[in-house]
């Protein structure tokens, strides 16, 4: 199987090769068969790549521990379901997984470039090719999967129980794909500008794929989230790690280009803009991957220290070079069509969102980058964590919530001062009404109350916005739902933002409510004992223990009651792995509900807060460590998910008509006569 | 100042910053949350049903504000390891002693070094963790200003501009009345300026 | 057998990269051709999309009178503008009907045509300002 393997990444290599630099030549040398060779020779590197995914994970389920990574991510006791998914568990695992899903991805995107990019179509996949063929040259020559175990004395270890967790397969492959997929968007342009075609022909195929992208970082970043949340034992969900941290740095900057190439496509402005923003996303992906792999900082994901790192720096200061380069080169036929009408207008607002986000971008990368700073200019190890983080991209987030509920309801060019008060009075009003009821009713933490204001006044601009364009389609004779949805499809990237926007004010509730009104208590129990925190008494019933293969199980029986009624018995378990001298806890979550609907399994229910408990120690005296955390709100932030979803798909979705619109036979004489001519690629 | 400035001067800052890296040596530290699995002596942290909350609450938020030193990154409030215990412990019992946030920060600081401490200090050197970021933002304000200004008075594309090259208000050449005979047709749309033509199902007859 | 797949899948890349060489597939500059046909059309595809956008936010009392006069002559002039470029290419067909092959002359002719096209246009229209260099 190493052999296969082997076998597979060096044929992609070469056909990744063939594909790159035949495609230049093809199009240099005139030569169309050339440039269609090269087009399929990538597909074919795709497929060499699957091969070679396939072997590994071969090599893991057959327990091939000939091959030293095998060997140092699995055994033959850990669970099989987590063999499958060892692949992706270390450093040369995952940049195979890598180099693979982004060769996918790449096929895809070359397959359905859009005919009007014909002709910078050859230098996206040279583009496309030239970082597969980097990644698979560290594979081969610095990383290898597939090399030999060095000795082969049987000994295999599983992996990382940290790991060992439903999250594991879903969140490594997304979280990937969509940080190496940042590549795609940039690919399109890149290769336009090369071609030269600067009339915004790359706009929509870097639109769609930077918004898929997006949501797939969106996904990953959200579920690796909730898998902290689970196993991580205190109930946190982002810490401002330092992984976290440049994997949410190109997500912000795409977030910034959907909002402003919309600008470009609706008034023709902000070209350089949204080429320098996709670039910037590029080189920050790279940047997470010289981080995440060797980089000099310590986190908790880290695959750990190695030589690589310094190879994806260079690889890093070489993209910036390069789009640096293709930038400043077609600089002058990037000017916008249009001026700024006015500060008052929505493109106004979009650059002000564009700001916004790249400020948070910044402080992130500062914090990350501070104590290195730090320990070169002072000689002084200091630690930038999330009190830091909190204090500082707060206001900004903030504020960026803030324009949320105002920016949509700007006019594009221009409006007057005037309606502009008329009509930001509405949202105003409402954030300020919730304000004062949230003191009333006994809220009274001060950055939370502006937090919930900022909120409802997103709310009240999308519910505006709808209420206005539905009572449109009324007038037209619809009913309430028909004209709702007849107004969405009609602009189906607007509405499907939205939507988002909702998922949004969703996470930005269940944000507020875990930061700000989280309760929690440590508590010691002997069996039969309680503790009462806040309106719940959690009863110690008994431990259990379990012996296995490869861990010694405990888990703490414990009953719930909240006015004198069980709402809940649950079962939180501590696991301890000797060969990894480390022990991994799983908390019971309880979703408490607002309301409870008759019909669903209480975790669908719209939550009011989580009651979580994990058990900390367990005594020799039979005592248990428990510690019990009252979460508020914290089902908000998942079900942020699926609304995320629908609202990118939405905005997604193809209008059938205009897709199908197709030129009609025209009939009129042009004014200089010419021969028909039927033309085709 | 134009986009391109500031593209340009980002990136060459980010270049520099980004050069300054390979000085560091790579070592990252790979501690996990470890544990020993003897529970020798009482647990560290436990409140009792008559514990003060108030107490409790100030004891958890400096917990938060506190780094476990053997940890990747973790803050007491986040380690379950026996050091964090034991600073926990310690850290309460300064409390009821009547210490306040501050003094026992620097105890531990002393001990362990700046870094036990989540975030920069506000002094020294460190304070620079905590300018940098408001003076960058503001200065930032000040240039969008200057580019919303500037893109007011406006860089126009004179080749690209308006759509497809027209200047609205400008029709050049008298046969674009033909060609905008056939898009009105395309579109359904009658000449008077209140059309209330809201509804894109008329759509339907353009090809 | 890991090596025989290995072998197999080299032996399929080898012939599937070979096949256009042997069949022989169209040619690579009328890529400009219909690139600058598909962009064109899109372009007004997408013109007509915001002029429905146009009338649904008017009727929803978005945009003022003034405004939903002056962007539909925008776009109903750039629409206009489009088509006339469409048919300065000698545009006559639907793309998709076109068949696969083209000789080298036919090209030749196309290009010169374009060129032809490109400097009648009239002045201050936008045009594909592409390098001559692919």
């Known amino acids: ?681 | ?207 | 057998m890991p090596i025989a797949i290995g072998a197999i899948v080299a032996v399929i890349s080898l012939i599937v990269i070979a096949i256009p060489f042997i069949r022989g597939s169209g040619a690579v500059l009328s890529a400009r051709y219909t690139g600058e046909v598909e962009r064109l059309t899109r372009l007004r595809s997408d013109l007509y999309d915001q002029v429905g956008q146009l009338q649904a936010d008017h009727a929803a009392n978005t945009v003022t009178d003034e405004d939903y006069q002056h962007q539909l002559l925008e776009l109903r002039i750039g629409a206009a503008e489009t088509i006339r470029q469409l048919d300065q290419l000698g545009y006559e067909d639907e793309p998709q009907d076109a068949p696969a092959y083209l000789t080298l002359e036919s090209l030749e002719e196309e290009i010169a045509a374009l060129r032809q096209a490109g400097s009648r246009r009239d002045s201050g229209t936008g045009g594909e300002s592409e390098s001559d260099d692919a």
């Open chain 1, 1 to 681: 199987m190493a052999d296969l393997g082997t076998m597979s990444l060096l044929l992609a290599l070469a056909l990744a090769v063939y594909a790159g630099v035949g495609s230049v030549a093809g199009v240099k040398l005139v030569s169309g068969d050339l440039v269609m060779s090269a087009r399929r020779s990538a597909y074919m590197a795709g497929l060499a790549l699957a091969v070679a995914v396939g072997a590994l994970v071969y090599a893991f389920v057959t327990h091939d521990f000939s091959i030293e990574y095998v060997r140092g991510h699995s055994d033959l006791v850990q669970s099989q379901s987590f063999t499958w998914v060892a692949m992706y568990a270390g450093n040369e695992g995952s940049l195979l997984y890598i180099t693979a899903i982004f060769t996918v991805m790449s096929m895809v995107a070359i397959y359905v470039t859009p005919r009007r990019l014909e002709p910078s179509r050859p230098y996206i996949i040279a583009i496309l090719m030239g970082i597969s063929i980097f990644f698979l040259t560290v594979l081969i020559t610095l990383a290898d999967p597939f090399a030999p175990a060095l000795f082969d004395d049987g000994r295999a270890i599983g992996i990382n129980p940290l790991l060992r967790h439903p999250g594991m397969f879903i969140h490594p492959p997304l979280q990937m794909a969509g940080l190496v997929g940042v590549a795609i968007p940039f690919a399109f342009v890149g290769g336009a500008m090369i071609a030269g075609q600067t009339r915004d022909q790359w706009l929509d195929a870097a639109r769609v794929s930077a918004i898929a992208i997006w949501a797939t970082l969106s996904a990953g970043l959200l579920i690796g989230a909730w898998w902290a949340y689970t196993i991580l034992g205190w109930g946190g969900y982002w810490s401002w790690d330092p992984i976290e941290n440049v994997a949410i740095m190109p997500w912000l900057v795409l977030t910034a280009f959907i909002h402003s190439v919309m600008v470009q496509k609706r008034r023709g402005m902000f070209r350089m803009w949204n080429i320098a923003l996709l670039s910037m996303a590029f080189v920050l992906a790279q940047f997470g991957l010289f981080i995440n792999r060797g980089g000099p900082v310590v986190s908790v994901h880290s695959f750990g220290a190695s030589t690589i790192g310094s190879v994806f720096l260079g690889f890093m200061l070489f993209s910036l070079l390069f789009a640096l380069v293709i930038f400043l080169w077609r600089y002058p036929m990037l000017k916008s069509d249009r001026p700024l009408e006015s500060f008052l207008s929505r493109e106004a607002s979009f650059l002000v969102n564009n700001f916004l986000f790249l400020g948070v971008t910044f402080v992130t990368l500062w914090g990350v980058l501070f104590p290195l700073f730090s320990e070169f200019a002072n000689n002084e190890t200091v630690t930038v964590s999330a009190p830091w983080y909190n204090q500082i991209n707060g206001p900004i987030l903030l504020a960026i919530v803030i324009l949320m509920g105002i920016g949509p309801l700007f006019p594009w060019r221009r409006t007057t001062a005037t309606s502009a008060q008329r009509w930001l009075s509405i949202p105003i009003g409402i954030s300020l009404s919730t304000m004062v009821l949230l003191w009333i009713s006994g809220v009274h933490e001060l950055w939370a109350i502006v937090g919930f204001g900022a909120l409802a006044m997103v709310m009240s601009a999308v519910l505006e916005e709808w209420y206005r364009g539905t009572m449109a389609q009324r007038r037209a004779g619809l009913n309430f739902a028909t004209g709702w949805w007849r107004m969405v499809s009609g602009n189906r990237p607007r509405h499907g933002g939205y939507i988002v926007h909702i998922a949004i004010i969703a996470l930005g509730i269940g944000i507020i409510g875990t930061n700000f009104f989280q309760q929690r208590a440590d508590v010691a129990l002997a069996p039969g004992e309680s503790f009462t925190l806040d309106e719940y008494r959690v009863e110690y019933v008994s431990t259990e223990n379990e012996l296995r293969e490869d861990r010694i199980s405990e888990w703490a029986n414990v009953n719930v009651y909240k006015d004198d009624k069980q709402i809940a018995s649950l079962a939180p378990w501590r696991a301890f792995y000797p060969v990894f001298n480390m022990a991994s806890v799983r908390a019971s979550v309880h979703n408490v509900p607002l309301v409870d609907i008759p019909g669903l399994p209480s975790y669908l229910d719209p939550g009011l807060e989580d009651l979580y408990i994990v058990p900390s120690e367990f005594l020799e005296d039979g005592r248990v460590v428990l510690r019990i955390s009252i979460n508020p709100a914290a089902w908000w932030l998942w079900v942020s998910g699926p609304i995320f979803i629908i609202g990118t798909m939405i905005a997604l979705w193809p209008a059938p008509l205009q897709e199908r619109r197709t030129v009609p036979t025209r009939t009129r004489i042009p004014s200089t006569p010419r021969p028909a001519r039927s033309v085709g690629v």
């Open chain 2, 1 to 207: 100042m134009s986009y391109a400035v500031i593209i340009r001067t980002i990136s060459i800052a980010a270049l520099l910053l980004a050069a300054t890296l390979p000085l560091f040596d790579g070592a990252s530290a790979h501690a996990q949350t470890g544990d020993t699995t003897a529970n020798d002596g009482p647990p560290a942290i436990t409140i009792g049903p008559d514990q003060d909350r108030e107490f409790e609450k100030r004891a958890q938020s400096l917990e938060k504000q506190l780094i476990c030193p053997i940890c990747p990154g973790e803050t007491l409030d986040q380690s379950f390891v026996q050091i964090s215990q034991d600073m926990k412990r310690i850290l309460r019992e300064k409390l009821q002693e009547g210490q306040d946030e501050g003094q026992i920060k620097d105890f531990f600081v002393a001990r362990y070094g700046t870094s036990v401490l989540a975030a920069p200090p506000l002094s020294g050197f460190n304070l620079v963790t905590w300018i940098v970021p408001p003076v960058i933002i503001a200065l930032g304000v000040v240039g969008l200003f200057f580019v919303m200004r500037q893109m007011r008075r406006g860089s126009v594309n004179p080749v690209a501009a308006g759509i497809g090259g027209i200047i609205p208000g400008d029709p050049a050449g008298g046969d674009l009345d033909d060609y905008l005979a056939e898009v009105d047709r395309d579109l359904a749309i009658d000449d008077s300026p209140d059309s209330d033509q809201d509804d894109e199902t008329d759509r339907s007859s353009k090809a």
